[in-house]
Each structure stands twice: as C-alpha cells, then as structure tokens.
C-alpha cells in the first residue's frame, strides 16, 4: 500500500519559514515524480512546486508556480525516501493546506497527473 505523510506545518508569522516533510512508503521513490500542491479555503487546488529525477542519475529538475519562485525550495532525499518544501518570506496568502503527490509524469502541473497523495499538512501565516 503506497503511503505518503506530510508533517511541517504549523503557524508562523509573515517573513517566517517553514519546512514541510513528505515521507513516501510503499512505492519505489526513484521512479516516481513528486511533487507539492496546496488548497486555501474556498479556492481549488493549486500546483506549488514539482521535482523530477532522473533514474541512475543525480540529475534533477525543480519546477514552481511563479507565486512561490524564489521564495520556496523544493528537495528529495531517495535514500530516505523524503521530499522537503522549503518554505521562506512566507506570506497570508501561501496560508492553505499542503498536500504532497506522487506521480509518472515529470514535472507534471496538473494534479490529475499524480496518483497519490498525503493527506495533508495545515500551513497558517499571520499578518
């Protein structure tokens, strides 16, 4: 049974940071693309960033919405298996609900690409 738990999140201040976790279990990491969405209340689901691997390989690839660029860092650890969001300068509006995903297409945007999903880690910024 594929498994992937979030855990991070929490209440900060705006300028804070954070690191969410996304420990995967149940599915050979390397060969799946991960990636982070988030949800705020009333709105859809939204991409936040995504990462791909190369199998064999140390390459990666990293991909964000612009309204995180810059100011989110997106990692993975195969041996772990873990994906990280590093979450700096954080803002009232990156206040939602994070999910991590696991999918087969790199670097993928749309959420109907990722298989599965975590069930969620509560991000809160103040003003």
């Known amino acids: 049974q594929v498994q992937l738990v979030e855990s991070g999140g929490g209440l900060v201040q705006a300028g804070g940071s954070l690191r969410l976790s996304c420990v995967v279990s149940?599915?050979?990491?390397?060969?799946?693309?991960m990636g982070w969405f988030r949800q705020a209340p009333g709105k859809e689901r939204e991409f936040v960033s995504a990462?791909?691997?190369?199998?064999?390989?140390?390459?990666?690839?990293?991909y964000y919405a612009d309204s995180v660029k810059g100011r989110f860092t997106i990692s993975r650890d195969n041996a772990t298996p873990t994906m990280f969001l590093q979450m700096n300068t954080l803002k009232p509006e990156d206040t939602a609900v994070y999910y991590c995903?696991?999918?087969?297409?790199?670097?993928?945007?749309?959420?109907?690409?990722?298989?599965?999903w975590g069930q969620g880690t509560q991000v809160t910024v103040s003003s």
């Open positions: 149940g599915r050979t990491f390397s060969n799946y693309f």
């Open positions: 995903a696991s999918g087969a297409v790199a670097g993928s945007r749309a959420s109907d690409d990722y298989d599965y």
């Open positions: 990462i791909n691997w190369s199998p064999g390989t140390t390459y990666w690839h990293s």
